[in-house]
């Protein structure tokens, strides 16, 4: 039977099991496992004596300034030079706080992992050293007490959310296929080879395709797990793309030189290295580590450097290339470190990401002047020129190897073009009027085919302006009426004229275009 008594120095009772400390978490905290509850209660347990149990704020002069005069008064006192011993040693655990906070708010990995166990350490031995803090029974003392508890409790549920958000698992669950597919499939490099199946690269592709769609909700926490698994995930790709193009120019024939036999042996260790490192990146090797292998990497380099190809630039090169590989290989065991960058994983702030925005906002500025005015004839020349003008511009940013930034750079280009698609079947319509006579002796399926393509340039400005999600019934709305004018067009008979048949199928890519395009605009895609 639990036990409660009141503290005389809150005058609240404490006491209770564990699963009170867990409902005062919220309701929207995932559930913890069943030795993390008993974590969860021994942890309170043993520091129920630091908290209170109404909500409230860590101890701050900021936080103690929108608590009432009676704080305001309370930190001023704090703030001045002869503090409380207590008040001193709040602050002092409060800066140490504040220092392991930055760890948890970016923390990307799971509760499974040492850095978690480790954060968790701290936090707890944090809470020990406010229960060991004397109040002396004086309510300010007590109120700074329970704050600077309440900080590390909102602490350890955020560390816990970050572990196990829905998300965060989704990027593991890909991980772990992405895992799978190197296991069955980088047994050749393991051997020297370069054989890599259709199947492997298909599928380590949609594995990246997969992850640059996970939505992080601007979370620095998922965005870093994002950022981290990706590079993991298209290192592996670049490694096997580099290895197979490598073997197609190497090695040379042993008989043209002595030190050729030296450089073709070691070009094949290079083959091996490959598989281990790429075993290595996607966590699937327990024999080998990445110290070693960059051991055995500069080993290698070693070998090659004691090679006497002097007067042979032939061999000369080929020694050049192989160390080069080496290096390329080497720089991929530093992706730990990258990935801890914010620059890397906050694309918000990224130069190539600004660049892209910039241009968006350019062509949303064209966009509403096209759509606002009524007889647009007069600025399709110049606005298509303009819009030319940014597919150039999108052209010319690097996305680096990071593939959020190219599929960022992807759908800004199709946003571009469909503007352009919108002003060439705009102007073709108005043209087509000039020449009644011609239209009146054209074939009949001709002309509902350029029926189609009228409704078609009706509903792409819709669409083109449609700013809602797929829950929409303007979304539902659009989505049919596309659907009816592909219907149409399977409907219409050629009967053997081939203009017909061109413009049918040039309607019908339009058309599938305009619906891609009303995906894109409400998949919610972030980067």
């Not at 305001?72 to 655990?93: A, C, F, V, Y």
């Not at 009706?458 to 592909?486: A, P």
């Amino acid at each position: 039977m639990s036990q409660r008594q009141d503290d005389p120095e809150r005058g609240t009772a404490v006491g209770g099991g564990a699963e009170e400390g867990a409902a005062s978490l919220g309701s929207d905290a995932p559930a913890p496992s069943a030795p993390s509850r008993r974590r969860g209660g021994a942890r309170r347990a043993c520091c129920r004596s630091a908290r209170g149990a109404a909500p409230g704020r860590a101890f701050s002069s900021s936080a103690a300034a929108t608590g009432g005069s009676s704080e305001t008064g309370q930190t001023k006192r704090m703030d001045m030079g002869n503090q409380h011993p207590s008040i001193k040693r709040l602050h002092e655990i409060q800066k140490e706080v504040k220092e392991i906070e930055q760890q948890v708010v970016v923390f990307s990995g799971l509760s499974t992992d040492r850095d978690y166990k480790k954060l968790e350490r701290s936090l707890t031995k944090q809470l020990f050293e406010i229960d060991s803090v004397d109040t002396e029974g004086k309510g300010d003392i007590q109120q700074a007490r329970k704050r600077a508890a309440q900080e590390i409790e909102r602490l350890l549920k955020e560390l816990e959310q970050n572990a196990n958000h829905p998300r965060r698992l989704e990027i593991e669950a890909i991980f772990k296929e992405a895992q799978s597919l190197v296991e069955r499939e980088i047994t050749p490099f393991y051997k020297g080879g370069n054989c890599i199946s259709d199947e492997f690269e298909e599928g380590i592709q949609d594995i990246v395709l997969r992850l640059t769609q996970v939505k992080t909700g601007g979370k620095v926490s998922l965005r870093k797990a994002r950022y981290r698994t990706l590079t993991k995930v298209c290192a592996v790709q670049e490694i096997i793309e580099s290895g197979v193009k490598q073997q197609l120019s190497l090695p040379l024939s042993n008989d043209a030189h002595p030190s050729v036999s030296k450089i073709n042996s070691v070009m094949c260790d290079v083959n091996k290295a490959r598989g281990t490192l790429i075993a290595l990146l996607m966590g699937v090797s327990s024999n080998d580590t990445c110290r070693h292998l960059s051991c055995v990497l500069t080993g290698l380099i070693a070998d090659l450097d004691a090679l006497d190809v002097c007067g042979h630039t032939e061999i000369r090169n080929y020694r050049k290339e192989v160390v080069e590989e080496i290096n390329k290989l080497q720089k991929y065991l530093d992706l730990e470190e990258e990935a801890d960058s914010t620059q890397a994983y906050d694309l918000a702030q990224n130069q190539s990401i600004l660049k892209i925005e910039e241009i968006r906002k350019k062509m949303k500025e064209i966009n509403s002047l096209l759509l606002k005015t009524e007889n647009a004839a007069d600025l399709f020349l110049g606005s298509r020129a303009e819009l030319q003008g940014l597919i150039a511009r999108l052209d010319e940013v690097s996305p680096g190897k990071n593939p959020c930034i190219r599929e960022a750079r992807r759908r800004a280009v199709i946003e571009v073009q469909t503007l352009i698609t919108y002003i060439d079947l705009k102007e073709a319509l108005e043209k087509r009027k000039m020449y009644s006579e011609q239209i009146a002796a054209e074939h009949q399926s001709h002309k509902a085919v350029w029926n189609v393509l009228g409704n078609l340039s009706q509903i792409q400005q819709e669409v083109i302006s449609f700013d809602g999600n797929r829950t929409d019934k303007n979304y539902m709305r659009l989505e049919e009426l596309l659907t009816k004018q592909l219907l149409a067009l399977d409907a219409v008979d050629p009967q053997g004229d081939e203009r017909c048949k061109t413009a049918r199928k040039q309607a019908v890519k339009l058309a599938q275009n305009i619906l891609y395009y009303l995906d894109m605009k409400t998949d919610e895609w972030e980067y």
